[in-house]
């Protein structure tokens, strides 16, 4: 998504969306990519498997890797 949709499904201003979405790509946990004038942000895999697992093991599902 860019900024905009971003800002367009929160309750929040701009600014504070992009004060956010630079906190969570200094964190690595959003990846931006610029298309001209617009930046798309995603989640980052690494950090969405981490988080996953981390789910995976407090609720005690084995991982389909393991």
Do not use: W
């Not at 610029?34 to 980052?44: A, E, I, L, M, Q």
């Amino acid at each position: 998504m860019n900024e905009s949709d971003i800002v367009a499904h929160m309750d929040l201003t701009q600014p504070t969306i992009s004060h956010h979405l630079t906190l969570l790509q200094r964190a690595d946990l959003v990846i931006a990519r610029r298309d001209g004038k617009r930046v798309f942000y995603r989640t980052s895999p690494a950090c969405l498997s981490e988080c996953f697992g981390e789910i995976l093991a407090r609720c005690r599902i084995r991982h389909p890797e393991e």
